[in-house]
């Protein structure tokens, strides 16, 4: 799953939360850049998390 696919399904959760508000243009592209942050600050996470793991000793050297 990479960036895009993260930001998607973060955008529609967003834009489903407000369906009760009619958004204009502007509140949408908002959205996108909204969910496009959320999801760089995930796999920023994620990677760091990934990062840290201690590596088994088996699969040193590799």
């Known amino acids: 799953m990479d960036i895009h696919d993260i930001a998607l399904t973060l955008y529609t959760q967003l834009v489903g939360a407000h369906r009760d508000t009619p958004q204009d243009d502007a509140a949408r592209i908002a959205l996108g850049r909204e969910a496009y ?9 994620k990677d760091q998390y990934i990062r840290e793991q201690p590596v088994p000793v ?4 590799f």
């Open 58 to 61: 088996n699969e040193q050297g």
């Open 37 to 45: 942050r959320y999801a760089e600050a995930f796999v920023a996470a």
